[in-house]
């Protein structure tokens, strides 16, 4: 099974990826500005819907709307979705960085099983008895 530092660097395309039923590459991070261009484009669909809808029920109720609800649910759902992102990668860059960090230790806990069998025992903590 390949690391996620290799799968991350796969060279493979996005639509690849997609079909890929092995999870051999990790492409959640390449669909992010997707994601988020889709999700600002959803988001102004649905409040000029919600718009719309208000100035059927009364005009009122579709000036509220359109002057301070709308622009304050268009900004909430992109926040919403912004940070819902953001936190995605940041669990996958905390994975790469685990992993990363996982292989340094490895480097260093081999050097320092070599450095251990070439010293002698040192027992400094003993005080020599009195005689």
């Known amino acids: 099974m390949k690391r996620l530092h290799e799968m991350r660097h796969d ?38 819907y919600v718009i719309f809808w208000a100035f059927q029920q009364s005009l009122t109720s579709g000036l ?6 709308g622009p304050a ?5 992109i926040v919403t979705i912004r940070v819902l992102l953001e936190f995605v990668l940041t669990v996958f860059r905390i994975a790469f960085f685990l992993e990363a960090l ?6 260093i806990a081999g050097q320092t099983e070599e ?9 400094f903590w003993r005080k020599p008895r009195p005689k």
């Open 73 to 77: 649910m268009f900004l909430a759902l």
């Open 115 to 123: 450095i251990h069998e070439d010293l002698p025992r040192i027992r």
């Open 11 to 48: 060279g493979g395309s996005l639509l690849a990826g997609l079909f890929d039923r092995q999870f051999t590459s990790v492409i959640t991070t390449q669909m992010v500005p997707t994601i988020y261009t889709l999700g600002q484009l959803l988001s102004g669909l649905a409040t000029v």
């Open 102 to 107: 996982g292989g340094q230790i490895e480097s």
């Open 64 to 69: 509220v709307w359109l002057c301070l609800l």
